[in-house]
């Protein structure tokens, strides 16, 4: 560090980070602390009425976690990133060793690594909705099904806990895998190209390469991607939101986390709500804790 | 991974090709499954209420341009709906490529008593979801008497942990301390170093996180549609929402999609425009090790 | 806050009674913006009031999208979507604003539906007709159910609409023909007499080839309308009847595959809008036989005339939207006037029939529709239904409605869902039920 020559101009740190911590702390600080002493109260609307606010104490994280929603919901939120996150790494791993892979001389590169990003610019909100008209019972996907003969009468996706969950997973994962590929792209080509070369002349197969040489030295981007990637998958809402319509069924098993506190939303409960949302702000920080343990260890 | 197993030799020419051959059929595959969606939301745009809830249909029809022509003479403020997402996201997208570089370059080249602190903090906030938080900046905005104004929506882009982590990630990379040292010696103010060297250097890290920024800002629906009121001052996915909302005797799919493909149409655009560099710049900065 | 309330109230009671009527009695809109008001805000969840405001209301001009005039008077539209309950929301935030509110600011006029209307009618917030200016001699002519829905628990009525939505059922007469021998409304109507015959004919249309209804929703407004009790009493959830019987019915069936699970609304849904998609019935008011059936389209039973209306089972009603004057207006006598003119004059009232083909809040005005032959639905080969939708306008009853209605019918049938499908049992998606509702509503948390 060139500790000495900068320090005069220190002051300079502190003036940059003037416009960032000011509007964090109104727009960000403010409706967290807000959020945080409001789980404290008894806080929600009935029609037009205000009930409370009343201190209960701890009596909302009580509730929340005795009466088995909370484990509930987050087991769902983290089933479906499971189901949606081994496929997303595993398409994103392939591909990013065939775009880096030098021997492979793919062409349209730039086409396909456009393309792979597509998705993510539809609004989750109208994929949604496409999706649900497309695995309608009536709808094409049955239809085609039902044509090649593989099923004999509509299956009926929504109706199913693993069929609701896998499309979740299948739209999330379509939606960001081009996200995951160019950030391990880059990982990849971070990789210094000799040790392929020593490893070829060496008479290591492709497979072997990637396997001994680009997943180890591939681990911390991994390890970034996966966390990033898990606290994504914990602001899960639009998807299984429209897809189900707010229900989380069949029998709420793909109600997620966000989608539970869209429901204290509804009354405006701040009390339970504000409880919930601590809950989540612990479990992101601790994961975000993981993220920068993981990104300094590197330096 | 997929790869054959085929004898490993090096300069295997069989092998090569074989994989070349799995890697062109699989993203080719993948392209199909990419450019689907776009294709079933354009088909869907062409066609009538009618042929809609008949069911669906893989050839288009030929109501595009009276869809498009209901929606723009139709009851919602359209254009006013795409100028409003326009400014906001574009706004957004300026002030949190902008604040986030300068933060990050805070961080990055200045040494200072909290630097430390404040880069485990900002990292530690960096994904607590809007949703969590929904209700006390509702709160927030009410008592600051920004209901229903661009404010709410725009300001809070200066504070984007996440773009933040990603420029300071791409300047521990590609800006070396040097050159900031070398601007001082030849006389520059560090804000001017900052707009005039380090700016100009950043280029495709701005662009890759002014796109993303811009989507995200763009296709927001759930911030917005709590602040908006007012019809025309709301942004399109409110305009989309609205449409579906409809009552049954307007209740037009057919418009619906036509709007949807109307929305996301800026954004390809804007997407295509910059995804050289965006495809390049990722690959640039990328994260690093 | 609440003294406020109250004082601004009083304030207004008085001023009504100086007004008594709204204005001089005339009937021209223009001119009759008296009480000094410059903006008439008017809160709404989409645009069909807005449209008969403007293609009704004497002396109303547009001037864009968003705003119009009365005379001196500028007409503001805030419109919110009802997706996620922004609607509700946004009105809530706005209302408890209303004292602090700048006048011209303050709401006058807002819209609520049937199944939250009590939430909003048993407040302060929404203005008797009656201290408005309303007349019993003026709504004389209206719907008994549509002044039920708007009525508070103290008796006082505080909105009115211009529609009426009684609802029939609707049958597919190639169906009927091949499976009951007759697609005669009476005959059909034997079939469907009672839930008891309904069941027997279901499993004759399955026999056939035919659900009997597109989806179990289909029949769940037939059954919520026709009530013992509230949803909501002394504190406590109560499951009707009546409801209780649509649970079984639904169960048997879903079982026998004479239906199925879809949501309103949804394609599979619509599907039997067509010959293909082999439904028997759907249950609806005049809006959805005109307007949601596909009438349009070539190839539809409804283009080809294919539909028949008969009574049905159990009367009921569906949609429906309502006029309330909110408390703090500075614009009484025009929220009076509007209120008037739309759902209590005749003539313009007819006029909304003729042009938009609603189901008008007026019986003189829809007796007179019934009679005459040139008002015969093509939807409905010819058949004109309105004697019949006259008669369960008459027979519709609201007085069990409670401010819990719009979410305990949403979470019961979403929650037996579950128990149709096959994935819960009936207790376990009774359970779902009583979750959804603490949530919603957390004072009836168990």
């Known amino acids: 560090m060139k500790k000495s020559k900068v320090v005069s101009y220190n002051k300079w740190g502190y003036i940059f980070l003037i416009p960032f911590t000011v509007v964090f702390l109104v727009f960000q600080l403010i409706p967290m602390v807000t959020t945080i002493y409001n789980s404290f109260f008894e806080n929600y609307r009935s029609g037009l009425m205000q009930i409370g606010p009343n201190f209960v104490g701890l009596e909302n994280y009580v509730t929340i976690i005795t009466n088995g929603d909370l484990p509930t919901y987050f087991a769902n939120t983290m089933i479906i990133w499971v189901m949606c996150f081994i496929p997303q790494i595993v398409i994103s791993l392939v591909l990013g060793a065939w775009f880096t892979d030098p021997s492979l001389r793919l062409r349209f590169q730039t086409f396909f690594k456009t393309v792979i990003y597509l998705p993510n610019l539809i609004m989750a909100s109208a994929f949604s909705m496409l999706f649900f008209t497309l695995f309608a019972d009536g709808g094409p996907i049955n239809s085609i099904l039902m044509q090649a003969g593989i099923i004999g009468e509509p299956y009926q996706f929504m109706s199913h806990v693993w069929s609701v969950r896998g499309l979740i997973a299948f739209m999330n994962c379509l939606m960001w895998f081009g ?3 160019i950030l391990l792209m880059a990982g990849m080509l971070g990789i210094d190209p ?39 998958g914990l602001q899960l809402f639009d998807v299984p939101q429209i897809l189900t319509n707010g229900s989380g069924d069949p029998v709420r098993s793909s109600m997620t986390l966000i989608m539970y506190l869209n429901k204290h939303l509804y009354n405006k409960n701040y009390g339970l709500g504000g409880a919930l949302s601590v809950f989540m702000i612990i479990v992101t920080a601790i994961l975000s804790y993981i993220v920068f343990k993981v990104t300094n260890s590197r330096r | 991974m997929t790869e054959s197993k085929t004898a490993g030799q090096n300069e295997n020419g069989a092998s090569v090709h074989a994989r070349r051959v799995l890697a062109y059929v699989v993203l080719i595959l993948v392209t199909v499954l990419c450019l689907f969606w776009f294709y079933v939301l354009f088909i869907n745009a062409t ?21 498009l022509n209901n929606m723009i003479h139709g009851t919602q403020p359209v254009l006013s709906g795409l100028i409003n997402s326009f400014i906001i996201a574009v706004s957004s997208a300026a002030l949190s490529t902008y604040f986030s570089a300068m933060t990050a370059y805070a961080i990055h080249a200045y040494d200072f008593k909290f630097r430390r602190f404040m880069f485990t903090f900002i990292l530690m906030i960096m994904m607590i979801p809007t949703q969590i938080t929904a209700l006390g900046f509702l709160q927030l905005i009410g008592n600051m008497g920004l209901d229903d104004s661009f404010i709410p929506l725009i300001v809070p882009s200066v ?23 070398a601007a001082r010696i030849d006389g520059a103010g560090e804000f001017r170093t900052f707009n005039q060297i380090v700016m100009p250097l950043m280029k495709p890290a701005l662009a890759v996180q002014a796109i993303f920024s811009f989507v995200y800002s763009w296709n927001n629906y759930f911030v917005p549609a709590l602040v908006l009121h007012t019809d025309t001052k709301k942004t399109l996915p409110i305009l989309i929402a609205q449409l579906r909302s409809a009552d049954w005797l307007k209740f037009d799919m057919g418009q619906v999609y036509a709007m949807i493909a109307f929305s996301i149409f800026p954004v390809i655009l804007v997407y295509l425009v910059l995804s050289k560099s965006i495809v390049g710049g990722v690959t640039l900065g990328g994260v690093k090790g | 806050m609440k003294s406020k309330l109250m004082a601004a109230l009083l304030s207004l009671t008085m001023a009504a009674g100086m007004l008594a009527g709204c204005g001089k009695g005339g009937s021209s809109g223009a001119g009759k913006a008296t009480d000094g008001g410059k903006v008439l805000n008017i809160y709404a969840w989409n645009e069909e009031f807005k449209s008969r405001v403007t293609d009704h209301y004497p002396g109303y001009e547009e001037v864009d999208a968003t705003t119009g ?17 922004a609607y509700q929301n946004h009105l809530d935030e706005t209302l408890l604003n209303q004292d602090k509110a700048a006048a011209d600011d303050k709401i006058d006029i807002f819209l609520v539906e049937a199944d939250y209307a009590l939430k909003y009618v048993d407040t302060d917030y929404a203005l008797p007709v009656k201290d408005l200016g309303l007349t019993d001699e003026d709504l004389k002519n209206q719907y008994k159910y549509t002044q039920d829905v708007m009525t508070d628990s103290k008796g006082v009525l505080k909105g009115t609409s211009w529609q009426g939505c009684p609802g029939v059922l609707i049958y597919n007469r190639e169906a009927a023909t091949e499976v009951l021998g007759s697609d005669d409304p009476s005959e059909v109507q034997k079939a469907v007499a009672d839930w008891d015959s309904f069941e027997k004919t279901a499993e004759k249309m399955k026999d056939a080839g035919y659900n009997m209804t597109a989806t179990t929703n289909d029949a769940y407004r037939v059954f919520s309308n026709n009530v013992s009790g509230k949803w909501v009493q002394d504190g406590k959830v109560v499951l009707d009847d009546n409801i209780k019987n649509w649970i079984d019915l639904s169960k048997n069936m879903m079982d026998a595959g004479e239906t199925t699970s879809a949501d309103l609304w949804s394609p599979d849904w619509s599907a039997g809008f067509y010959p293909d998609g082999k439904v028997f019935c759907y249950f609806g008011p005049a809006w959805l036989i005109n307007f949601s059936m596909a009438a349009d ?7 080809a005339g294919g539909w028949g209306a008969t009574e049905g089972p159990q009367g009921f009603f569906w949609g429906g939207t309502w006029i309330c004057g909110c408390a703090g207006t500075d614009n009484k006598t025009l929220v009076c006037d509007i209120m008037k003119q739309l759902t209590c004059n005749e003539e313009i009232m007819l006029d909304i029939v003729k042009k938009d083909s609603d189901f008008v809040n007026n019986k003189p005005a829809m007796e007179k529709a019934a009679a005459d032959d040139s008002f015969a639905f093509p939807v409905l080969g010819g058949q004109n239904p309105l004697p019949m939708f006259c008669a369960g306008a008459e027979k519709c009853d609201l007085s069990n409605q409670s401010a819990y209605d719009q979410g305990c019918n949403e979470e019961l049938q979403r929650a037996m869902r579950n128990y149709f499908e096959g994935n819960a049992s009936y207790d376990e998606a009774y359970e779902q039920f009583t979750k959804a509702i603490g949530e919603k509503y957390p004072e009836l948390a168990q």
């Not at chain 2, 209420?49 to 341009?65: C, M, Q, W």
């Not at chain 2, 504070?159 to 040292?181: G, I």
Request: net charge neutral; no cysteine; aromatic share 10%.
């Open chain 1, 179 to 181: 996200n995951t590929t």
């Open chain 1, 194 to 232: 000799a040790l392929f070369e020593a490893a070829q002349v060496d008479g290591a197969t492709a497979t072997q390469i990637f396997s001994k040489i680009t997943l180890p030295l591939l681990k911390p981007i991994l390890i970034y991607v996966m966390v990033t990637s898990l606290i994504g």
């Open chain 2, 47 to 67: 066609r009538s209420n009618s042929e809609l809830k008949r069911g669906f249909s893989a050839i288009p029809s030929v109501y595009l341009l009276e869809n």
């Open chain 3, 69 to 85: 005039k009365v005379g001196d008077v500028t007409v503001k539209w805030n419109i919110t979507p009802n997706q996620d309950n």
């Open chain 3, 297 to 303: 389209e070539a190839g539809s039973i409804a283009n």
């Open chain 2, 159 to 181: 504070a984007t942990p996440a773009v933040f982590f990603y420029m300071k990630q791409y300047m521990d990379s590609t800006l070396p301390l040097s050159l900031v040292e």
